[in-house]
Every structure is written in C-alpha cells, then in structure tokens.
Nanobody, 117 residues
Framework: QVQLVESGGGLVQAGGSLRLSCAAS????????MGWYRQSPGKQRELVAI???????NYGNSMKDRVTVSRDNAGNTVDLQMSSLNPEDTAVYYC???????????WGQGTQVSVST
C-alpha cells in the first residue's frame, strides 16, 4: 500500500507561480512512476507531468512549457513547479504513483489550485 499526501495548492493571481509537493509513504520501494494530473469541473482528469524512477519525464500538452516535475533522490517525493499560471489552470491537482509489482495506481486526495484574473 502507498499513501500520497499533496501540499502547496492555493490561490494565485494570473501570471504567478506555484509549487506543489507530494510525499509518498508506505511501500515506497515498489513505486516506479510518480506524477501529477489535474481535473477541472466538467472535464476529464488529464496528465500534467510524470517522472519515472530513472528520471524519464513526460508532460501533458496543456502545461508542458510552464511546468517542471522533479523527484527527490529517495524517490518518495515528487514536486511540480508551475509558472505563468492562467485561470484555465484552475483545477484540483492529484498526485499519482504507480507501483511495479503488483502494477497498481495510487492517488492522493487532491489539492485545489485556483488562478484569479
């Protein structure tokens, strides 16, 4: 079992920056990929960015030029640095972790990011 706890969400003005952090606990040695997804009201959850245990990254199209995903050496924390935020980025941001054996996906409770004009 893996537990994920996000932090760092909040209200920011358009053009501003925000850093999200997610800490994993439990059976963290089985984690391969960690990352971030987001979901706005009435929309499907979408990929923001993921990073593997070897440092491979993949960014979703909606924020790829404005975010950087990083992971600590132990592999238990994943951060998302966001910049040039606009109101369309308002969403609940979810941390995700995927374990190798068994292959399971875990989700955090989500953190709200609101961008004002």
């Amino acid at each position: 079992q893996v537990q994920l706890v996000e932090s760092g969400g909040g209200l920011v003005q358009a053009g501003g920056s925000l850093r999200l952090s997610c800490a994993a606990s439990g059976t963290t040695t089985s984690i391969n990929t960690m990352g971030w997804y987001r979901q706005s009201p009435g929309k499907q959850r979408e990929l923001v960015a993921i990073i593997s245990s070897t440092g491979f990254t993949n960014y979703g199209n909606s924020m790829k030029d404005r975010v950087t995903v990083s992971r600590d050496n132990a592999g238990n924390t994943v951060d998302l640095q966001m910049s040039s935020l606009n109101p369309e980025d308002t969403a609940v941001y979810y941390c995700n972790a995927i374990t190798t054996y068994p292959r399971l996906a875990y989700w955090g409770q989500g953190t709200q990011v609101s961008v004002s004009t």
